[in-house]
């Protein structure tokens, strides 16, 4: 099966598997796993804050960054189509009490101007507006990578009212390396910000959750209180050190791959992809003028051994990552069209 349904489908290298093995371990929850201090202390640094935290998933690190930053009553401001928004259980709302303030935006990404015209002004009947929230990339964006001149643009309205600026940074390191910028660039005037190691970075589980000294003291106390503190968490953090020092550049093959599905999709009748050029490793594709629904093609790519996710009735979602290669590319397009054009043929029939 080539599975192009999310770069979660990544599964550890046998270089990573060694790592792992060979971990130094200690016990997590009294900050003695060496491997795990290493690995924050590392994060820490590419991300230019004091500190940083392990946690078990990417969702944790965005729910405890609420929890830290936020009372009940407090406001987000949010991409509509950002993770958190629809795919987090309403964590936010359901144990912080916080609500999300949304701006529609197809690519994810929205201006300073936007961010400004939904920062409430300081009345008691209104929420008091606490953080601007921003996806880097932007997932249901299409893979999107926000420029930083943006990003400080915002901080700065941002600033002027009190707000923090929070990183959702599952795929950060996807920026950097189509940007060539380092993770600072885009950190700077952020308040956290985390990457997930279980992405494209091709780790089994966890992500690093960074910011000031005194933020991640605070996510101590609530990754406790969720049940996230761990023990010989070394095993996980040693896989996350190894990805640091063998999985970021390669991250540009996975651009490549992408493109390069992108380029072979819309060679295809009937079929678009979504967006102004894909900027990283992620790939929506319009299927609308195929005469077929995203699930039924869906379905007879499985018969292939294809996985491409569905995102809604006519849309489809492909991600590359670590497990997938150039010649995969190329059977995926020979998938898609054969699928395509024997639909086509068949209709023809019905119509005869
Ligand atoms: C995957 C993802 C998350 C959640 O990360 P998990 O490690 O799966 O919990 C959050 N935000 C974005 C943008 C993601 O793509």
Redesign the pocket.
């Given at each position: 099966m080539i599975d192009l349904v999310s770069d979660?489908a990544t599964k550890p290298t046998e270089g990573m598997r060694a790592a792992i093995a060979a971990a130094e371990v200690g016990d997590e929850q009294r900050g003695e796993d060496p491997s795990v201090n290493a690995l924050c202390g590392r994060v820490a640094d590419m991300l230019g804050f004091e500190a940083a935290i392990l946690l078990p998933?990417?969702?944790?690190s965005?729910l405890v960054s609420v929890l830290v930053h936020c009372r009940p009553g407090d406001e987000i401001i949010a991409a509509a189509n950002a993770?958190i928004v629809g795919s987090e259980g309403a964590g936010a709302s359901a144990l912080g009490g916080v609500q999300i303030r949304t701006i529609e935006t197809p690519d994810g990404r929205f201006t300073a101007e936007a961010v400004r015209q939904r920062i409430r002004p300081a009345k008691a009947r209104s929420p008091r507006t606490r953080v601007v929230w921003i996806?880097q990339t932007s997932?249901a964006g299409g893979g999107t990578v926000w420029r930083n001149e943006t990003l400080d643009e915002i901080a700065d309205v941002a600033r002027e009212s009190q707000c923090v600026m929070h990183m959702?940074g599952?795929?950060l390191l996807n920026a950097c390396v189509a940007s060539n910028l380092k993770p600072d660039a885009y950190t700077r005037k952020f308040d956290s910000a985390w990457l997930?190691l279980?992405?494209g970075l091709g780790c089994p589980v966890g992500?690093v959750l960074a910011g000031s000294r005194s933020f991640i003291d605070e996510a101590w106390v609530w990754k406790h209180r969720l049940g996230g503190a761990m023990r010989q968490a070394g095993i996980i953090a040693a896989a996350g050190l190894y990805a640091l020092d063998h999985h970021v550049q390669r991250l540009a093959d996975d651009h490549v791959n992408a493109r390069s599905l992108a380029a072979g999709l819309s060679q295809i009748e009937g079929v678009t992809i979504i967006g102004e050029g894909v900027e990283t490793n992620l790939v929506f594709i319009d299927v609308s003028r195929t005469s077929r629904t995203a699930a039924e093609i869906s379905e007879a790519l499985i018969a292939r051994e294809v996985r491409i996710g569905v995102a809604d009735k006519y849309r489809m979602r492909a991600v590359t990552h670590l497990g997938i290669g150039r010649t995969d590319v190329q059977a995926v397009v020979e998938a898609f069209r054969s699928v395509i054009t024997a639909g086509s043929t068949q209709k023809e029939k019905t119509h005869a």
């Open positions: 979660t998933s990417g969702i944790m965005n993770h996806e997932n959702d599952a795929r997930d279980s992405k992500s």
